[in-house]
Every structure is written in structure tokens, then in C-alpha cells.
Nanobody, 115 residues
């Protein structure tokens, strides 16, 4: 099973930017949907952004226009560029992948946005 390792989280002021990276332990050329979930304290985990093998993207309404998901199959990487961050974006961000109907998630990276 693929191993996913997130990085790039941290503390940022409201209005700032962060770029999250997700490194996969194997080639992702044949992988289907990959993306990012987040876990906000006291709430259920929610889907933030996803990208299909063909590059089609989808976003939660709360992040549209601010976040951009991308994937680099040659480097086995998935990224989440987060701009205009808000305090409500605070949470643990998890990278995930799906292949053949099986999903895998990383351990998560903490993002904290101060007001």
C-alpha cells in the first residue's frame, strides 16, 4: 500500500499563504483521484480539494478561489496551494489517494491560522 507523507504545514497569519506537499512512496501515474481532507477541531473530517488522473479538480465551497490542488506524476507529488488563509482554515490536513477503489491517507500536517 502506498505511503503518503505530508509537509508544509505551520503557523501563519490570516491573509497569508502556505503550500502543502504530499510525497507518495510509489509512482502515481496510474492513481485515480488524489486530494486533501482536513479535520477541524470539533467537526467531522471534510474534503477540501481533489484532482483526478486527468487533472480535473474540485473544491469545497469554503476554499474555492483561494486554494489550488495540483499533482506532479513525474515526481509522485500532490500539492495544495493555500492563499488568503482564514482562521477557520485551521486544522489537520490529510493527503489521500485512491487506486482500484482502495484509499490511503497520510498522517496529516497541522495548519494554524492566527487572526
Amino acid at each position: 500500500q502506498v505511503q503518503l507523507v505530508e509537509s508544509g504545514g505551520g503557523l501563519v497569519q490570516a491573509g497569508g499563504s502556505l503550500r502543502l506537499s504530499c510525497a507518495a512512496s510509489e509512482t502515481i501515474y496510474s492513481y485515480g483521484t488524489m486530494g486533501w481532507d482536513r479535520q477541524v477541531p470539533g467537526s467531522q473530517r471534510e474534503s477540501v480539494a481533489r484532482i483526478g488522473r486527468g487533472g480535473v479538480t474540485a473544491y469545497a465551497d469554503s476554499v474555492k478561489g483561494r486554494f489550488t490542488v495540483s499533482r506532479d506524476n513525474a515526481k509522485n507529488m500532490v500539492y495544495l496551494q493555500m492563499n488568503s488563509l482564514k482562521p477557520e482554515d485551521t486544522g489537520v490536513y490529510y493527503c489521500y489517494s485512491f487506486k482500484g477503489g482502495l484509499g490511503s491517507w497520510g498522517q496529516g500536517t497541522q495548519v494554524t491560522v492566527s487572526s
